[in-house]
């Protein structure tokens, strides 16, 4: 079996699932409570789906900074966590990969809990891809991404981003054509922001009030 690679790091980006502070979009339609009962399921499974593999260690980086008493028992305790750092998400992302690349990663990915698609296959094509390519990119449907890889620190592609919005993808591609990178970009997912995104099995589950396992 491989052996756990302690230079290879993957960055899972999550929020406390506090109703009212997170899927504000999606709560719009369903109601804060239940957003949250949402965010709480697809991160929980994005977490165990990812953050056992024998091909990478797992940093988790939460927000708020001081709920980490309440992320360590919403997640049992049995993950490295780290604070998110900065105003916004281009620099909160910027600061995770500055603190893994400081403390001797050789290659770094980071992916939110968006996307319940993601999956080991995924993240270890991207860590692959590093070996050719400088940044290796997972396009969302929505716009965005789900996945960045890199194997350096590239602040630039963090700057001017229109965050949140259905730009982020091409103005980050932009940022990386203009550093003269070589990149990969991975099959297109799905990330869960509204209503329309949800599948009719998480429809199935609010509507009969069964989302949390």
């Known amino acids: 079996m491989p052996n756990l690679n302690l230079n290879h790091i993957l960055l899972i980006f999550l929020k406390y699932p506090e109703p009212g502070k997170v899927k504000t979009r999606l709560s719009r339609d369903i109601g804060k409570d239940k957003a949250a009962e949402i965010y709480s399921w697809m991160a929980e499974t994005v977490v165990h789906n990812l953050a056992k593999s024998n091909l990478h260690k797992t940093i988790i980086f939460f927000d708020p900074p001081e709920r980490k008493i309440d992320v360590e028992y919403w997640l049992n305790h049995s993950h490295r966590l780290l604070p998110q750092e900065g105003k916004s998400l281009g620099e909160r992302m910027r600061n995770a990969f500055r603190e893994v690349f400081s403390h001797g990663a050789a290659k770094a990915i980071i992916i939110g809990t968006d996307c319940v698609e993601i999956s080991d296959e995924i993240i270890s094509q991207a860590f692959d891809a590093l070996d050719l390519v400088d940044v290796v990119l997972g396009p969302a449907e929505d716009g965005g991404y789900y996945l960045l890889g890199l194997k350096k620190q590239i602040p630039e592609i963090f700057d001017d981003i229109d965050w949140s919005t259905e730009l982020v993808f091409n103005q980050t591609l932009r940022k990386?054509?203009?550093?003269?990178?070589?990149?990969?970009?991975?099959?297109?997912?799905?990330?869960?922001?509204t209503v329309n995104e949800l599948s009719g099995e998480m429809l199935l589950k609010i509507q009969g009030n069964e989302i949390r396992k």
């Open 176 to 193: 990386i054509e203009e550093q003269g990178l070589k990149f990969l970009l991975l099959k297109k997912l799905r990330d869960i922001d």
